[in-house]
């Protein structure tokens, strides 16, 4: 679907990678291993982000590193145009909407590190109808062309070391 309104591939990859998760930062050689496409290719559509204004760039030590400009008038539209992309608005509208008591859900994966992937990882938490989520992650797995994974957490159940690894590791999609 956006490959007809953004033919540049390596765009739609950076769009995700720093638009889906805003607190993603990389660098040019990074995103070279990462992507499999030419510095070049990368280093003239991250210089038209960032003279749009859409990234911002800080320097480490040798290394330029970009992350997405969240005080930008279009950050917050083009998020969700990357959201609804992905298929994240229908998991949230027929799955998350229709389970009961769910606290928190987090993306894990490749999506999390704003990569482009077949399957979506999500991390439930608080107290889910798990054979209803079953089928409902079914019928948005048709919507979306993508497969669902998924775990459950009971609230009780989650630990310090498994919600530390969740605030790093995760990008919070839902909140109650």
């Not at 389970?99 to 439930?124: H, P, R």
């Amino acid at each position: 679907m956006i490959e007809t309104l953004i033919s540049s591939k390596t765009r739609i990859k950076l769009l995700l990678k720093f638009f889906l998760n805003s607190k993603a930062t990389s660098y040019l050689r990074e995103l070279e291993t990462e992507f499999g496409d030419s510095t070049n290719g990368i280093r003239v559509e991250l210089n038209r982000f960032e003279k749009a204004g859409m990234l911002s760039s800080f320097s480490k030590g040798n290394k330029k590193f970009f992350q997405a400009n969240t005080a930008h008038p279009l950050f917050q539209d083009t998020h969700n145009i990357i959201l609804k992309y992905i298929g994240f608005d229908q998991i949230i509208d027929k799955v998350i909407d229709n389970l009961g008591e769910v606290q928190k859900v987090y993306v894990t994966g490749a999506f999390a590190e704003g990569m482009d992937d077949n399957v979506i990882d999500l991390v439930f938490i608080g107290d889910v109808n798990k054979s209803y989520l079953s089928e409902l992650c079914e019928k948005v797995e048709k919507l979306i062309n993508r497969k669902i994974k998924y775990i459950v957490y009971v609230k009780d159940e989650i630990d310090f070391n498994t919600s530390e690894l969740l605030t790093r590791k995760a990008l919070l999609l839902w909140e109650h």
